[in-house]
């Protein structure tokens, strides 16, 4: 079983749809959470990073934990075409700070 | 702020032949550094990593090896390519505590196609 899996997609939504895109994890002791964006050819982004249990906002973007169920979100609000591209979570667990967990990336596509 | 950089953004080479990709960081001193490799469709895989001069970590065998010559520079290189070293190279850095936000940041990518 791999540590973070997330779906790759693609996920295909119109213009101005609510995206959630989600992972979920194995390790109990993560307690760093990220999102990135990753354009076609280009290197990820760093969108939202959380820490432990929580909502953190961020204008369209919305990022959820619930270590309970091990399991993290990305909404975005009003998604734009520029919204298109990979959105990978990735996580890190304490004292380790050298080690980050990527899970495979969902292809997002809005359309106009 | 802190910056990376990656170059050569794309290459061409036949098999057998030397290949080189550097990385430098600014705006950071004694970062942590690391070599990934994402495959087409697939997830990022750890080459290496280092946290500090000459300290190189190998996560995968492999005809590749890194160094580490200068606190903020990383250089991912290889004394043969074979056509299965193909794909995209990400050189990332963080700062490897907590107190600064335990997160990872990525340059642009290195495209290498292998042939």
């Known amino acids: 079983q791999k540590e973070v899996e997330q779906d790759p997609g693609p996920l295909s939504v119109p213009e101005g749809a609510i995206v959630s895109l989600n992972c979920t994890y194995s390790?109990?002791?993560?307690?760093?959470f990220m999102w990135y964006r990753q354009y076609s050819r280009k290197g990820p982004e760093l969108l939202m990073y959380?820490?432990?249990?929580g909502n953190k906002e961020d204008g369209r973007f919305t990022a959820q934990v619930d270590k309970s169920s091990k399991y993290i979100s990305l909404f975005i609000r009003d998604s734009q075409p520029s919204d298109s591209a990979t959105y990978l979570c990735?996580?890190?667990?304490?004292?380790?700070?050298?080690?980050?967990?990527f899970g495979s990336g969902t292809k997002l596509n809005v359309k106009p | 702020s802190q910056t990376i950089h990656q170059w050569p953004a794309t290459l061409v080479q036949p098999v057998g032949s030397p290949l080189s990709l550097e990385c430098t960081v600014e705006?950071?001193?004694?970062?942590?550094l690391y070599w990934y490799r994402q495959a087409a469709g697939r997830g990022l895989q750890l080459l290496f990593y280092?946290?500090?001069?000459?300290?190189i970590s190998s996560e995968v065998p492999q005809n590749l090896s890194a160094s580490r010559p200068q606190d903020r520079q990383f250089i991912l290189s290889s004394k043969k390519l074979l056509l299965s070293d193909s794909g995209f190279y990400l050189c990332?850095?963080?700062?490897?505590?907590?107190?600064?936000?335990?997160?990872?940041?990525f340059g642009e990518g290195s495209w290498l196609t292998v042939v």
């Open positions: 705006g950071t001193s004694n970062p942590n």
């Open positions: 280092s946290v500090g001069i000459g300290q």
């Open positions: 990332a850095w963080s700062t490897g505590t907590a107190s600064s936000g335990n997160t990872i940041y």
């Open positions: 390790n109990s002791a993560f307690q760093y």
């Open positions: 990735a996580m890190s667990v304490r004292p380790n700070f050298n080690k980050f967990y």
């Open positions: 959380t820490y432990s249990s």
